[in-house]
């Protein structure tokens, strides 16, 4: 789609708010990539197909944002108005103010032309719940908080009442987070054969034996450095996460050296919790069960994706859907019920009966946490690679709502919830939870409530600064081998993230 940005009478940096047009593009219209034309504004510009003209004008009361957007013959132009003085404001702030602007003018002209509204409205990030979350702690009501997405972003009314649910259990959680302290999180890049939708950083195992043991190694070395570090400057880990990957492709005195290595040197001893992704049921063995529950681990992950065997046999699983049943059996031995189950809505082939199959021998199970996602078509994924037939938004919309009346019904309730890029009918992915069963380390990751220490290939360190809502993020090397041979960069980063933190605790004294 062609995209000019212009002015009549207001100074902008035009180029600046190519970002916010480009997010509103992908939402309303997968799969156009936008073009900026040097070229002027054609005269003819009707005759354009697939075009918006995005004009900020300054009037003596008030600022209008037009969008005109021409699409497949048609046309229609939407309006945002706002004060004109917020443009006589610090720079920073009238880019938020411009940039909200844009997106509702270019969404109100977008679904004009679709027939319909999105699900999210005008919301283009991964993370919804912050906006009701933040109008929480600044005194607003559920109620309010609520409206303000529906009125202010045109947030469907199901979708701003799961969010406000979700941000009043993000507040439960914050209330017991202090400033010195982080959530950790420990990558294992491995799984025992690639699923076809993950894009993450993980290698079949099969093909890179070689490289386990020296990972584990290495992230030994790397979790004694972030001990030394934290306990010197009075950090604490407040909940813990292992994930990869799947950490249980790992052997039983692989995951021991690894546990062994975080109760000697971290600072666990308020560690409110601690789950291990034991994601694949084809990796989940007794002696496994036994060393994570002999390092105190009492939550973990085991994720079906899908209940019906030629379902993932499509996407790559190479186990059956009985061999998940007797995963969780011996999970509840050991664990009890604090079992996190993930589920994906709209994998290629799905229909409705099968993934209501799915959600109700999921159910028998009685996990205490069950995530629902919507499939995301990522790059880098084998299913975007080679395409193939996937189930349309309506069809994976109707799973959706199928999977939160079965779930409410069965005594589960909304705790955090996420979207990604690409994703089948821009819905979301939501974790359910029992009573008592919230996954803390969900909510302080994805509402960015309190810093993430990670360690391991691809662990992207978050320190968070909540007064001035600033994020620092400090990547470790991407892949397994460029990890061990990253030994600098990696624990530059982890002497960085212990002296943010540390002096976040101070300002807050």
Known sequence: MKIWLTSDNVAWDARRYRYPAEQMLFTLFPGERPEYPEAPIPKALHAEQNAAVLTLHRGEKLANMSALVLRDGRWHNGVARFPSDKLDEPEEQVYHTVSHALKQAFYKAGTALLGRELPWGSLTGVRPVKLPTRAMLAGKSPKQAEKELREDYHVSAPRAALAVECAQAALDVKKGLTRDGMALYIGIPFCPTRCAYCSFISADVRGSLALVEPYVDGLCREIELAGALLRERGVYISCAYMGGGTPTTLAAGQ??????????????????????????????????????????????????????????????????????????????????????????????????????????????????????????????????????????????????????????????????????KYMSGSFENVGWARPGGVCAYNIVMMEELQSVLSLGAGGITKLVDPENRKIVRLGNPKYAKEYLEGWDKVAAAKRAAAGFQAELAARGK
């Open 255 to 420: 995951l021991h050296k690894i546990l062994s290595a975080v109760e000697n040197f971290l600072p666990m001893g308020r560690c409110a919790e601690f789950t291990v992704e034991a994601g694949r049921p084809d990796t989940i063995t007794v002696d496994k069960l036994e060393t994570l529950k002999s390092h105190g681990i009492r939550r973990i992950s085991i994720n079906p994706q899908t209940m019906e065997d030629q379902m993932l046999q499509a996407i790559g699983r190479s186990h059956t859907a009985g061999e998940i049943v007797e995963a969780m059996a011996l999970a509840g031995e050991h664990f009890g019920g604090l079992v996190n189950m993930d589920l994906i809505a709209g994998l290629p082939a799905d229909t409705l009966a099968g993934f209501g199959r799915t959600l109700e021998k999921v159910l028998d199970m009685e996990p205490a946490n069950i995530t629902v996602h919507t499939l995301a078509l990522k790059k880098g994924s084998r299913l975007t690679e080679e395409g193939g037939e996937l189930c349309g938004p309506e069809a994976v919309e109707n799973m959706l709502e199928t999977a939160s009346a079965r779930l409410r019904g069965a005594g589960y309730a909304p705790y955090y919830l996420y979207r990604q």
